[in-house]
Protein backbone atom coordinates (compact mmCIF):
# COMPACT_ATOMS: atom_id res chain seq x y z
CA UNK A 1 0.00 0.00 0.00
CA UNK A 2 1.17 3.52 -0.90
CA UNK A 3 -0.23 6.96 0.89
CA UNK A 4 0.75 9.94 -0.33
CA UNK A 5 0.31 12.67 2.10
CA UNK A 6 -1.19 16.06 1.65
CA UNK A 7 -0.73 16.58 -1.94
CA UNK A 8 -2.31 19.25 -3.90
CA UNK A 9 -4.93 17.44 -5.65
CA UNK A 10 -6.47 18.25 -9.23
CA UNK A 11 -8.80 15.15 -9.96
CA UNK A 12 -8.89 16.89 -12.52
CA UNK A 13 -11.08 19.64 -10.63
CA UNK A 14 -8.76 21.22 -7.99
CA UNK A 15 -9.92 18.88 -4.83
CA UNK A 16 -7.55 20.95 -2.41
CA UNK A 17 -5.09 19.33 -0.22
CA UNK A 18 -6.09 15.93 0.40
CA UNK A 19 -4.13 12.03 1.22
CA UNK A 20 -4.67 9.53 -0.96
CA UNK A 21 -4.05 5.76 -0.47
CA UNK A 22 -3.48 3.10 -2.89
CA UNK A 23 -3.54 -0.39 -2.63
CA UNK A 24 -2.54 -2.60 -6.22
CA UNK A 25 -3.45 -0.55 -8.88
CA UNK A 26 -6.38 1.08 -7.38
CA UNK A 27 -7.03 3.98 -6.12
CA UNK A 28 -8.64 3.23 -2.33
CA UNK A 29 -9.39 6.16 -0.40
CA UNK A 30 -9.00 10.43 -0.81
CA UNK A 31 -9.68 12.01 2.02
CA UNK A 32 -8.04 14.93 4.47
CA UNK A 33 -6.25 12.90 6.78
CA UNK A 34 -5.91 8.88 6.27
CA UNK A 35 -3.96 7.43 8.86
CA UNK A 36 -3.22 3.79 8.98
CA UNK A 37 -2.91 1.61 11.99
CA UNK A 38 -2.44 -2.22 12.17
CA UNK A 39 0.22 -4.56 11.00
CA UNK A 40 0.22 -3.36 7.58
CA UNK A 41 3.06 -2.96 4.64
CA UNK A 42 2.70 0.40 4.05
CA UNK A 43 4.86 3.20 2.54
CA UNK A 44 4.16 6.82 3.00
CA UNK A 45 5.22 9.42 0.02
CA UNK A 46 5.34 12.70 2.02
CA UNK A 47 3.79 15.52 -1.18
CA UNK A 48 3.54 18.61 0.59
CA UNK A 49 3.83 21.13 -2.62
CA UNK A 50 3.55 18.66 -5.57
CA UNK A 51 0.56 18.59 -7.27
CA UNK A 52 -1.22 15.49 -8.32
CA UNK A 53 -2.62 14.68 -11.26
CA UNK A 54 -4.58 11.81 -13.44
CA UNK A 55 -2.20 10.22 -15.76
CA UNK A 56 -2.42 11.90 -19.26
CA UNK A 57 -4.26 9.84 -22.13
CA UNK A 58 -3.14 10.24 -25.56
CA UNK A 59 -5.23 9.13 -27.96
CA UNK A 60 -3.70 9.56 -31.04
CA UNK A 61 0.17 7.81 -31.13
CA UNK A 62 1.58 5.72 -34.09
CA UNK A 63 3.00 3.37 -31.97
CA UNK A 64 4.42 0.97 -34.22
CA UNK A 65 5.74 3.53 -36.11
CA UNK A 66 4.15 5.50 -39.27
CA UNK A 67 5.35 7.81 -42.06
CA UNK A 68 6.57 7.11 -45.26
CA UNK A 69 5.52 9.79 -47.17
CA UNK A 70 9.25 10.75 -49.29
CA UNK A 71 10.09 7.15 -50.02
CA UNK A 72 11.31 4.22 -47.61
CA UNK A 73 14.09 6.08 -45.72
CA UNK A 74 10.94 8.32 -43.87
CA UNK A 75 9.72 5.59 -42.59
CA UNK A 76 9.54 6.57 -38.55
CA UNK A 77 10.07 4.46 -35.66
CA UNK A 78 8.18 2.53 -33.27
CA UNK A 79 7.22 4.43 -30.07
CA UNK A 80 9.78 3.54 -27.03
CA UNK A 81 8.58 3.47 -23.32
CA UNK A 82 10.76 6.55 -22.64
CA UNK A 83 9.22 8.63 -24.67
CA UNK A 84 5.50 7.55 -22.88
CA UNK A 85 7.76 8.93 -19.66
CA UNK A 86 9.17 11.82 -20.49
CA UNK A 87 5.61 12.77 -21.80
CA UNK A 88 3.37 11.89 -18.42
CA UNK A 89 1.38 9.55 -20.57
CA UNK A 90 0.22 6.34 -18.40
CA UNK A 91 -2.27 5.51 -21.60
CA UNK A 92 -2.13 5.65 -25.10
CA UNK A 93 -4.06 4.74 -27.98
CA UNK A 94 -2.00 3.30 -31.19
CA UNK A 95 -2.94 3.69 -34.70
CA UNK A 96 -1.85 3.48 -38.20
CA UNK A 97 -1.63 6.16 -40.22
CA UNK A 98 -0.65 7.06 -44.30
CA UNK A 99 0.93 3.66 -44.96
CA UNK A 100 -2.04 0.86 -44.61
CA UNK A 101 -0.18 -0.79 -47.69
CA UNK A 102 2.92 -2.08 -45.89
CA UNK A 103 2.27 -1.72 -42.49
CA UNK A 104 -0.63 -3.52 -40.72
CA UNK A 105 -3.03 -3.43 -37.98
CA UNK A 106 -1.48 -6.58 -36.28
CA UNK A 107 1.90 -4.75 -35.43
CA UNK A 108 -0.01 -2.17 -33.91
CA UNK A 109 -1.79 -4.87 -31.68
CA UNK A 110 1.47 -6.63 -30.65
CA UNK A 111 2.81 -3.27 -29.87
CA UNK A 112 -0.38 -2.58 -27.49
CA UNK A 113 0.41 -5.64 -25.78
CA UNK A 114 3.85 -5.08 -25.48
CA UNK A 115 3.39 -1.74 -23.78
CA UNK A 116 1.06 -3.21 -21.44
CA UNK A 117 3.35 -5.72 -20.48
CA UNK A 118 4.92 -3.06 -18.96
CA UNK A 119 2.34 -1.91 -16.88
CA UNK A 120 1.35 0.94 -18.88
CA UNK A 121 -2.53 0.99 -20.19
CA UNK A 122 -2.79 0.77 -24.10
CA UNK A 123 -5.99 0.01 -26.59
CA UNK A 124 -5.90 1.05 -30.26
CA UNK A 125 -8.08 1.71 -33.86
CA UNK A 126 -8.28 -1.12 -36.45
CA UNK A 127 -7.91 0.49 -39.97
CA UNK A 128 -5.54 3.36 -41.62
CA UNK A 129 -6.07 6.19 -43.83
CA UNK A 130 -7.23 3.53 -46.78
CA UNK A 131 -11.02 2.71 -47.67
CA UNK A 132 -11.75 -0.06 -47.63
CA UNK A 133 -9.87 0.16 -43.89
CA UNK A 134 -7.58 -2.84 -43.20
CA UNK A 135 -8.73 -4.85 -39.93
CA UNK A 136 -7.61 -7.92 -38.35
CA UNK A 137 -10.40 -10.14 -38.59
CA UNK A 138 -11.34 -8.98 -42.53
CA UNK A 139 -14.48 -7.21 -40.64
CA UNK A 140 -14.70 -4.07 -38.53
CA UNK A 141 -17.49 -5.14 -36.66
CA UNK A 142 -15.75 -8.50 -35.54
CA UNK A 143 -12.77 -6.57 -34.66
CA UNK A 144 -14.44 -4.35 -32.28
CA UNK A 145 -16.47 -6.91 -31.05
CA UNK A 146 -13.42 -9.95 -30.59
CA UNK A 147 -10.33 -8.36 -29.75
CA UNK A 148 -10.61 -6.17 -26.31
CA UNK A 149 -7.44 -3.74 -27.80
CA UNK A 150 -9.59 -2.42 -30.00
CA UNK A 151 -12.19 0.48 -29.42
CA UNK A 152 -12.68 2.46 -32.51
CA UNK A 153 -11.52 2.59 -36.49
CA UNK A 154 -8.89 4.83 -37.49
CA UNK A 155 -7.82 6.74 -38.93
CA UNK A 156 -9.35 7.00 -41.74
CA UNK A 157 -8.06 9.81 -43.98
CA UNK A 158 -10.83 12.81 -45.76
CA UNK A 159 -10.26 16.08 -46.95
CA UNK A 160 -6.73 15.13 -48.13
CA UNK A 161 -5.26 14.56 -50.72
CA UNK A 162 -3.42 11.37 -49.57
CA UNK A 163 -6.94 10.28 -48.72
CA UNK A 164 -8.72 7.26 -50.67
CA UNK A 165 -11.66 9.67 -50.60
CA UNK A 166 -14.27 7.59 -48.92
CA UNK A 167 -17.95 8.48 -50.50
CA UNK A 168 -21.04 9.13 -48.45
CA UNK A 169 -22.01 5.81 -48.35
CA UNK A 170 -18.33 4.57 -47.49
CA UNK A 171 -18.16 6.51 -44.50
CA UNK A 172 -21.43 6.04 -43.50
CA UNK A 173 -21.08 2.27 -43.40
CA UNK A 174 -17.81 2.80 -41.75
CA UNK A 175 -18.85 4.28 -38.45
CA UNK A 176 -22.19 2.15 -38.59
CA UNK A 177 -20.15 -0.90 -38.56
CA UNK A 178 -18.27 0.54 -35.38
CA UNK A 179 -20.91 1.28 -33.92
CA UNK A 180 -22.43 -2.16 -33.50
CA UNK A 181 -19.48 -3.88 -33.26
CA UNK A 182 -18.63 -1.45 -30.08
CA UNK A 183 -21.84 -2.06 -29.14
CA UNK A 184 -21.07 -5.88 -28.87
CA UNK A 185 -17.80 -5.46 -27.49
CA UNK A 186 -18.75 -2.73 -24.66
CA UNK A 187 -16.52 0.17 -26.40
CA UNK A 188 -16.67 3.35 -27.87
CA UNK A 189 -16.89 1.88 -31.39
CA UNK A 190 -16.03 5.71 -32.16
CA UNK A 191 -14.04 6.37 -35.71
CA UNK A 192 -11.35 8.68 -35.23
CA UNK A 193 -10.98 10.92 -38.84
CA UNK A 194 -7.49 12.57 -40.08
CA UNK A 195 -8.40 15.99 -40.88
CA UNK A 196 -6.59 17.30 -44.50
CA UNK A 197 -5.97 20.81 -45.82
CA UNK A 198 -9.17 20.48 -48.19
CA UNK A 199 -11.67 23.89 -47.67
CA UNK A 200 -14.90 22.79 -46.06
CA UNK A 201 -13.00 20.02 -44.33
CA UNK A 202 -15.62 18.54 -41.90
CA UNK A 203 -18.30 18.42 -44.78
CA UNK A 204 -17.72 14.88 -45.20
CA UNK A 205 -18.69 14.50 -41.63
CA UNK A 206 -21.90 16.72 -41.75
CA UNK A 207 -23.11 14.96 -44.95
CA UNK A 208 -22.93 11.62 -42.97
CA UNK A 209 -24.97 12.15 -40.07
CA UNK A 210 -27.69 14.38 -42.26
CA UNK A 211 -28.05 11.39 -43.98
CA UNK A 212 -28.39 8.79 -41.83
CA UNK A 213 -28.98 7.99 -38.00
CA UNK A 214 -25.15 8.30 -36.94
CA UNK A 215 -24.62 11.51 -34.02
CA UNK A 216 -21.80 13.69 -34.69
CA UNK A 217 -19.97 11.70 -31.51
CA UNK A 218 -19.57 8.75 -33.56
CA UNK A 219 -16.73 10.49 -35.33
CA UNK A 220 -13.24 11.88 -33.50
CA UNK A 221 -11.85 13.80 -36.05
CA UNK A 222 -7.87 15.40 -35.69
CA UNK A 223 -5.90 17.84 -36.86
CA UNK A 224 -8.18 20.50 -36.06
CA UNK A 225 -5.52 23.04 -35.85
CA UNK A 226 -3.63 22.14 -39.11
CA UNK A 227 -4.77 25.61 -40.49
CA UNK A 228 -6.76 28.89 -39.88
CA UNK A 229 -9.97 27.88 -42.20
CA UNK A 230 -9.51 23.94 -40.51
CA UNK A 231 -10.11 25.85 -36.84
CA UNK A 232 -12.65 28.44 -37.66
CA UNK A 233 -14.68 25.77 -39.03
CA UNK A 234 -14.25 23.99 -35.96
CA UNK A 235 -15.60 26.37 -33.34
CA UNK A 236 -19.08 25.36 -34.63
CA UNK A 237 -18.52 21.68 -35.14
CA UNK A 238 -17.36 21.36 -32.04
CA UNK A 239 -20.59 22.59 -30.22
CA UNK A 240 -22.22 19.32 -32.14
CA UNK A 241 -19.00 17.40 -31.74
CA UNK A 242 -15.59 16.53 -30.89
CA UNK A 243 -12.47 18.41 -31.79
CA UNK A 244 -8.80 17.16 -31.55
CA UNK A 245 -6.11 19.51 -31.25
CA UNK A 246 -2.34 17.79 -31.94
CA UNK A 247 0.24 19.02 -29.80
CA UNK A 248 3.59 17.95 -32.32
CA UNK A 249 3.13 20.07 -35.37
CA UNK A 250 2.90 23.97 -34.04
CA UNK A 251 6.69 24.23 -33.38
CA UNK A 252 7.69 22.58 -36.99
CA UNK A 253 4.83 24.96 -38.85
CA UNK A 254 4.17 27.96 -36.75
CA UNK A 255 3.13 29.79 -40.30
CA UNK A 256 0.25 28.10 -40.74
CA UNK A 257 -0.67 25.64 -37.42
CA UNK A 258 -2.62 27.03 -34.78
CA UNK A 259 -0.46 26.40 -31.60
CA UNK A 260 -2.50 24.05 -29.23
CA UNK A 261 -2.77 26.01 -26.37
CA UNK A 262 -4.01 28.59 -27.84
CA UNK A 263 -6.43 27.05 -29.66
CA UNK A 264 -8.05 25.63 -26.57
CA UNK A 265 -8.33 29.24 -25.17
CA UNK A 266 -10.01 30.01 -28.60
CA UNK A 267 -12.75 27.31 -28.69
CA UNK A 268 -13.55 27.81 -24.88
CA UNK A 269 -14.36 31.58 -25.84
CA UNK A 270 -16.41 30.11 -28.54
CA UNK A 271 -18.73 27.84 -26.15
CA UNK A 272 -17.23 24.53 -27.29
CA UNK A 273 -17.71 22.29 -24.55
CA UNK A 274 -14.51 21.37 -22.76
CA UNK A 275 -16.00 17.56 -22.57
CA UNK A 276 -15.65 17.82 -26.57
CA UNK A 277 -11.98 18.45 -26.60
CA UNK A 278 -8.98 16.92 -26.29
CA UNK A 279 -5.31 17.20 -27.12
CA UNK A 280 -3.11 14.25 -28.28
CA UNK A 281 0.49 14.12 -29.46
CA UNK A 282 0.47 12.36 -32.57
CA UNK A 283 3.47 11.14 -31.07
CA UNK A 284 6.07 9.03 -33.89
CA UNK A 285 3.42 10.06 -36.62
CA UNK A 286 5.09 11.38 -39.44
CA UNK A 287 4.47 15.45 -40.04
CA UNK A 288 4.90 16.17 -43.62
CA UNK A 289 4.85 19.27 -45.52
CA UNK A 290 3.46 19.87 -49.07
CA UNK A 291 3.97 22.86 -51.64
CA UNK A 292 1.30 24.14 -53.80
CA UNK A 293 2.71 21.32 -56.81
CA UNK A 294 2.64 18.75 -54.17
CA UNK A 295 6.07 18.52 -53.48
CA UNK A 296 6.77 17.26 -50.08
CA UNK A 297 9.30 19.49 -48.76
CA UNK A 298 9.53 19.25 -45.29
CA UNK A 299 8.95 15.83 -43.01
CA UNK A 300 9.52 16.13 -39.12
CA UNK A 301 7.99 13.42 -36.42
CA UNK A 302 5.76 13.76 -33.60
CA UNK A 303 6.86 14.36 -30.32
CA UNK A 304 4.60 12.52 -27.50
CA UNK A 305 6.19 15.15 -24.98
CA UNK A 306 4.52 17.88 -26.83
CA UNK A 307 1.07 17.18 -24.45
CA UNK A 308 3.08 18.24 -21.31
CA UNK A 309 4.68 21.21 -23.02
CA UNK A 310 1.30 22.67 -24.03
CA UNK A 311 -0.50 21.72 -21.02
CA UNK A 312 2.16 24.21 -19.55
CA UNK A 313 1.48 27.08 -22.45
CA UNK A 314 -2.58 26.58 -21.47
CA UNK A 315 -1.87 27.23 -17.39
CA UNK A 316 1.13 29.63 -17.92
CA UNK A 317 0.62 31.69 -21.00
CA UNK A 318 -3.40 31.52 -21.73
CA UNK A 319 -3.91 31.50 -18.47
CA UNK A 320 -6.32 28.09 -17.80
CA UNK A 321 -7.14 27.09 -15.45
CA UNK A 322 -5.02 23.81 -14.61
CA UNK A 323 -8.43 22.15 -14.06
CA UNK A 324 -9.69 22.86 -17.19
CA UNK A 325 -6.54 22.51 -19.27
CA UNK A 326 -5.79 18.88 -17.78
CA UNK A 327 -9.45 17.80 -19.05
CA UNK A 328 -8.89 17.67 -22.62
CA UNK A 329 -5.64 14.92 -21.84
CA UNK A 330 -7.50 13.05 -19.08
CA UNK A 331 -11.07 13.56 -17.99
CA UNK A 332 -12.32 14.19 -22.22
CA UNK A 333 -10.53 11.56 -24.28
CA UNK A 334 -11.47 9.07 -21.35
CA UNK A 335 -15.53 9.96 -21.43
CA UNK A 336 -15.25 10.14 -25.60
CA UNK A 337 -13.39 6.71 -25.59
CA UNK A 338 -15.45 4.90 -23.09
CA UNK A 339 -11.99 4.36 -21.07
CA UNK A 340 -13.80 4.07 -17.78
CA UNK A 341 -10.98 3.88 -14.99
CA UNK A 342 -9.00 6.48 -16.55
CA UNK A 343 -9.33 10.16 -16.66
CA UNK A 344 -10.46 10.87 -13.29
CA UNK A 345 -8.28 10.48 -9.78
CA UNK A 346 -11.04 9.19 -7.34
CA UNK A 347 -12.05 5.79 -5.35
CA UNK A 348 -11.64 2.45 -7.33
CA UNK A 349 -10.05 4.28 -10.58
CA UNK A 350 -7.16 2.76 -11.28
CA UNK A 351 -3.95 4.73 -9.93
CA UNK A 352 -2.49 6.25 -12.76
CA UNK A 353 -1.17 10.03 -11.65
CA UNK A 354 1.66 12.21 -12.08
CA UNK A 355 3.21 14.30 -9.03
CA UNK A 356 4.31 17.68 -10.31
CA UNK A 357 6.64 20.43 -8.97
CA UNK A 358 5.63 24.08 -9.36
CA UNK A 359 7.07 24.54 -12.52
CA UNK A 360 4.79 21.43 -13.44
CA UNK A 361 8.16 18.83 -14.27
CA UNK A 362 6.84 15.44 -13.78
CA UNK A 363 8.57 14.65 -10.70
CA UNK A 364 6.67 11.32 -9.90
CA UNK A 365 4.71 9.44 -12.20
CA UNK A 366 2.50 6.15 -11.51
CA UNK A 367 1.02 3.27 -13.64
CA UNK A 368 -1.68 1.25 -12.87
CA UNK A 369 -0.18 1.38 -9.32
CA UNK A 370 3.75 1.12 -10.36
CA UNK A 371 6.14 3.57 -10.53
CA UNK A 372 7.66 5.02 -14.01
CA UNK A 373 8.82 7.89 -12.69
CA UNK A 374 10.60 8.79 -9.09
CA UNK A 375 12.64 12.12 -7.88
CA UNK A 376 12.67 12.99 -11.56
CA UNK A 377 14.51 9.85 -13.06
CA UNK A 378 12.65 7.22 -14.91
CA UNK A 379 12.68 4.09 -12.94
CA UNK A 380 11.53 1.63 -15.49
CA UNK A 381 13.17 1.13 -18.97
CA UNK A 382 11.87 -0.85 -22.32
CA UNK A 383 13.80 -3.52 -23.85
CA UNK A 384 16.48 -2.11 -26.51
CA UNK A 385 16.30 1.33 -24.79
Known amino acids: ?18 DVLIAGNRITDIAGNIEISGNISLEVLHAKGLTMVPGFIDAHMHIAGAGGEGGPQTRTPELQIRQLVEGGITTVIGCLGTDGYTRNIESVLM ?3 AIRSYGLSAWMY ?3 Y ?17 FEEVIGVGEVAISDH ?24 GKAGIVNIHMGDAKKPFKPILDAVENSELKYTQFYPTHCNRNEHIFRDAKEYGKKGYI ?18 K ?42 S ?42 DMDADFLLLDEKMNIVYMMARGKFFMEKGKQVVHGNYE
Open 162 to 185: RSSVPNLHELIRIAASARVGGMLG
Open 263 to 304: ALRELLQAGVPIEHITMTSDGNGSLPHFDEKGNLVQLEMGQS
Open 306 to 347: SILSELRDCVLKEKIPLETALKTITSSPAGILKLRKKGHLAK
Open 111 to 113: KVK
Open 126 to 128: TGA
Open 1 to 18: MLLIKNVNLYSPENSGVN
Open 244 to 261: DLTTSSYAYFPDFEIKPS
Open 130 to 146: QVPVPTLTGDIGKDLAL
